[in-house]
């Protein structure tokens, strides 16, 4: 994380001034949105997607983004009701705001886990047609057999396999997406033919994982087929991504570490044949905007008390300690015992970033012990520390450092409240990037979201 400067973006006169990608993430179910917030609403309503999807809009995103839960989460064998609890199916969402927006991209969050690759191929060129070319699939894989309990798997796929089946996955939604010809409908009341000769291509796939074989019941979308979203960190994650991806969704917000992440995955491109433009890489940001940056910095701490209670500390810690800590202090120093390892652990249902827990728990001994850190503390540091930080001046300012010096191509940026949690960065922030010359003041008229994102076509 990294707080705002007011540096102003250096003068560029080798290559020509870069366009800042900016999308939309809903908020989810985590604990950086303030269900408890006077304006927070239901994350559920129809109408709170359609507010942030049109506000989103308004602000010329590049495309919204909505994460998928297959399964509520548990903690200590409960429901965890700490942060918000519920979602509905991101396609069906989808679909909801593909009526009430023209231009937007709509990105969702579908595991290649527990779907088959002939259903999802089609309900996503489903959005793809019916948007007419907006649509984009982020790629997930999961692995644990808490969410294999839900599917008629029963079980799960082991750690090694998740990328080897989302490859030939997406290889077989691909060859589905491309199996009519362009010019596939002719239509021709004259001579009563509807399809050209051979148009459709069958599709005959045979692979460790999948048999597939059929024609695909859908011609080509405008933009031919979804864009390919992923955020795989790991050195397979991001081989993965090298072969596949359109856009990464980074976790790597910081300065250099972006500029690090930024380096390595775009070195990996020439290597499969592609050009450093045909990826885009947009880590998540959250901002908190203040008439000053002292005001900015007073909203940063109250937002953060409120995003983690004491006992949301408790918990936070208790997923990587693997154990109840419910007799420690949220305003004391951090457990001297260490962490008990579990492949289950006593958090279910959450993604899990991180190497080892005992190395983490270390780790955040050390940090606390040098800074005087107690657990709430060093679980705002970590979950809650607002990327930028300041007046809408300077959050412009750095975001557009960030690109203009390879830390990114832009962000995906995450308010704290829903629907309404982007409202302001639109209103004070937008019109500070657009004054700079760096972001749209408005869409291409018909733009599909890969010419929006300014990817190869």
Do not use: C
């Amino acid at each position: 994380m990294t707080l705002t400067s007011a540096t102003t973006a250096p003068t560029r006169t080798e290559r020509p001034i870069k366009q800042v990608h900016l999308a939309a993430h809903f908020p989810g179910v985590n604990n950086t949105t303030v269900w408890r917030d006077s304006n927070q609403a239901s994350q559920i309503a129809f109408s709170s997607f359609r507010h942030f999807a049109q506000n989103a809009e308004r602000g010329k995103f590049d495309f919204l983004f909505l994460a998928e839960g297959l399964r509520l989460r548990e903690h200590k064998g409960l429901i965890h009701d700490l942060d918000v609890v519920g979602r509905p199916n991101t396609l069906a969402v989808l679909a909801g705001i593909a009526a009430v927006t023209e231009h937007i991209g709509l990105v969702g969050t579908l595991s290649t886990t527990f779907n088959e690759p002939y259903e999802l191929a089609r309900q996503l060129a489903s959005l793809d047609q019916i948007s007419l070319g907006r649509a984009g699939w982020n790629i997930v894989t999961t692995s644990d057999a808490f969410h294999g309990e839900n599917f008629r798997r029963g079980a799960y796929l082991d750690r090694g396999d998740r990328y080897t089946r989302a490859e030939e996955f997406v290889e077989v939604a691909r060859r589905l997406w491309d199996a009519w010809a362009p010019d596939a409908i002719t239509a021709d009341k004259a001579t009563g033919e509807f399809l050209a000769a051979d148009a459709l291509g069958h599709v005959d796939h045979h692979g460790p994982q999948f048999d597939v074989t059929g024609f695909a019941t859908l011609p080509r979308s405008p933009q031919g087929s979804p864009v390919i979203v992923q955020a795989g960190d790991s050195a397979d994650g991001r081989d993965f991504a090298s072969r596949t991806a359109e856009v990464i969704f980074s976790l790597h917000s910081g300065f250099e570490d972006g500029q690090a992440f930024y380096s390595d995955v775009k070195g990996r491109l020439a290597a499969v044949g592609r050009h450093r433009d045909s990826l885009k890489i947009l880590p998540a940001a959250t901002f908190i905007l203040g008439d000053t940056e002292a005001d900015a910095r007073e909203r940063s701490r109250e937002t953060a008390l409120l995003q983690v209670s004491p006992q949301t500390a408790i918990a936070f810690l208790e997923q990587v300690w693997g154990t109840d800590l419910g007799g420690y202090d949220p305003d004391g120093p951090l457990p001297d015992i260490d962490p008990v390892t579990s492949d289950e652990g006593v958090t279910r249902g959450r993604v899990r970033h991180g190497a080892d827990p005992a190395v983490i728990a270390k780790g955040w001994r050390e940090l606390a012990e040098a800074e005087g850190l107690s657990i709430r503390d060093l679980v705002i540091r970590f979950a809650a520390k607002h990327t930028f930080v300041g007046t809408p001046v300077q959050v412009a300012e750095t975001i557009n450092r960030y690109v203009q010096e390879d830390a990114s191509d832009g962000f995906v940026i995450v308010g704290s409240t829903n629907p309404t949690g982007l409202d302001e960065f639109v209103d004070h922030v937008i019109p500070e990037l657009q004054e700079r010359g760096v972001y749209r003041t408005d869409y291409e008229p018909g733009a599909t979201l890969r010419q929006t994102l300014g990817l190869p076509v």
